[in-house]
């Protein structure tokens, strides 16, 4: 890759970073371990929705082995409302390969660290750089934004294989001496200055080695493929209460979407079937009166699936047995549950 402003495009982002870093608390650290709970945080999440998280997490797992062995539900608990919750399982098992395999000491190499649960090429990156100040390249979206226009690379940044492309351009113009900066330095640039519309040029510190800003095309990288359509999925939730005033909750299964998290009976909605009948049947539970018939109507977006849910508030009393994954609860058992956003909205609506 032929650039000639290496060392002065290193210099500026290094400095500017060290000047202008926003003051984060994963900042004030240089334990790998902190760093990585931080990192994953991040994944998909903004930055000030981490933060409050992040200071409760750690003053709950203050140490690798606090975390490794804590009760699964608890920690999705503590993890409730960040989402992607399958992050906070695989840190999890992550951590205590490091406790049981690694005397409880992250890695310090790309090789062994990359081979821990949840741990892909960024995160792995990342917590060498920051914690370890190894000069290893740690590339996320705001990265190839950032060097997409700098360096002109055209190839589409949506093929997994274009990934490689920006991993060697971040080994070619990383700081040696402040590794841990200077990728920071790309993180923040993206996020702050070389944003997805309306680049603010006029504040970037490496303007002047931007090939893209010479060229005046900033708004037309990184090039990016359209993704597939999202899919749409009705459900019909109902939130069921026996005469001792308990709802009725099930456990979603051990993998996939949320998993092992609580929720009220959701019932797709298809058009040849009843889900009045389809609840009865799965739930051993017969409607006896709907007490609201639109408690609540919602979208709730994941990345790639929306949830469209229509909720009723139903008394209910037993028929047959319910199934082994659900049982009723009062409120104040279901408190202390791991529940998602969707979920949340409509125990918000009950209190």
Same mark, same amino acid.
């Given at each position: 890759m032929n650039y000639k402003f290496k060392e002065q495009f290193r210099q500026?982002?290094?400095e500017w970073f060290q000047r202008e870093k926003r003051d984060l608390p994963w900042r004030r650290t240089s334990d790998p371990y902190k760093i990585w709970v931080?990192?994953?945080? +991040? #994944?998909? $999440?903004?930055?000030? $929705?981490?933060?409050?998280?992040?200071?409760?997490?750690l003053e709950k797992?203050?140490?690798?082995?606090?975390?490794?062995?804590?009760? #699964?539900?608890?920690?999705?608990?503590?993890?409730? *409302? +960040?989402g992607y919750y399958s992050r906070a399982r695989n840190l999890q098992a992550g951590v205590k390969e490091v406790v049981e395999k690694y005397n409880s000491v992250v890695p310090d190499n790309r090789h062994d660290i990359s081979k821990l649960k949840g741990v892909g090429p960024y995160t792995a990156g990342a917590v060498l750089?920051?914690?370890?100040?190894?000069?290893?390249?740690?590339?996320? *979206?705001?990265v190839m934004r950032v060097l997409s226009r700098v360096l002109h690379i055209e190839e589409d940044i949506a093929l997994p294989k274009t990934k490689k492309v920006f991993e060697e351009a971040v080994e070619m113009l990383i700081d040696q001496d402040h590794p841990g900066d200077f990728n920071q330095g790309l993180m923040d640039l993206g996020a702050m200055i070389? $944003?997805?519309?309306?680049?603010?040029?006029l504040?970037?510190?490496?303007? %002047?080695?931007? $090939?893209?800003?010479?060229?005046?095309?900033?708004d037309k990288l990184p090039i990016k493929t359209k993704k597939t359509k999202t899919k749409k999925v009705q459900y019909k939730v109902y939130?069921?209460?026996?005469? %001792?005033?308990?709802?009725l909750l099930e456990k979603r299964p051990s993998k996939g979407l949320l998993a092992d998290m609580w929720q009220f009976p959701m019932i797709e909605i298809k058009d040849d079937m009843n889900s009045e009948e389809q609840f009865t049947t799965h739930y051993g539970s017969s409607i006896k009166k709907v007490l609201n018939n639109n408690l609540l109507s919602f979208k709730h977006i994941f990345s790639h699936l929306i949830w469209e849910m229509e909720c009723?508030?139903?008394?209910?009393?037993?028929?047959?047995?319910?199934?082994?994954?659900?049982?009723?609860y009062s409120k104040d058992e279901i408190k202390k549950l791991p529940m998602s956003v969707p979920m949340q909205k409509i125990v918000n609506v009950l209190n």
């Open positions: 500026n982002l290094v931080s990192e994953v945080m +991040l #994944q998909q $999440t903004r930055v000030d $929705t981490v933060i409050p998280y992040y200071n409760r997490f797992y203050p140490t690798l082995e606090s975390l490794a062995y804590a009760p #699964q539900e608890e920690l999705l608990k503590m993890w409730e *409302g +960040l750089s920051i914690a370890y100040k190894k000069p290893e390249h740690a590339v996320d *979206g705001n070389c $944003t997805p519309t309306s680049p603010k040029c504040l970037c510190p490496v303007r %002047d080695y931007c $090939t893209a800003f010479h060229e005046g095309d900033m939130v069921a209460i026996n005469s %001792d005033d308990h709802y009723s508030l139903v008394k209910v009393e037993l028929i047959s047995e319910i199934p082994s994954n659900a049982g009723f």
